[in-house]
């Protein structure tokens, strides 16, 4: 059989290596935490970041559905291409005339 040896350190030895371990954790923690590129907090600014982008898309997707839907009813209805020529261009059709009815502002003297 074999004798195992304890190898016993000394007590300021001892403190030395628990100085050392304690230093080389708070090392690796902080790397793990602050790391540029790479730290836990950059991956949750960049998960912020993603979230905030797929929102915005979500939003521009809606906006793009609805232009494609009024595009098609440009092109398809007639009846609502005359009504936005009227209402947002002020077009009317031959022999048309407007008449305001909207009270005018009074001039101050």
Known sequence: MKKSYKI????????K?????LLLVGIFLLAL????????????????????LNAEKQQLEKKNNALREEI????TDVHYLEEVAREQHGL?????????FS???????
Do not use: C, H, N, W
């Open 92 to 100: 009317l059709k031959k022999d048309e005339m407007v008449f305001d």
């Open 103 to 109: 009270p005018k502002e009074r001039k101050k003297r």
């Open 8 to 15: 016993s350190m000394s007590p300021l030895q001892q403190k």
């Open 33 to 52: 935490f602050f790391t540029p590129g790479k730290g836990l907090f950059f991956l949750r600014k960049q998960k912020m970041q993603v979230a905030a």
């Open 72 to 75: 098609k009813r440009v092109t």
């Open 17 to 21: 290596f628990y100085r050392i371990s």
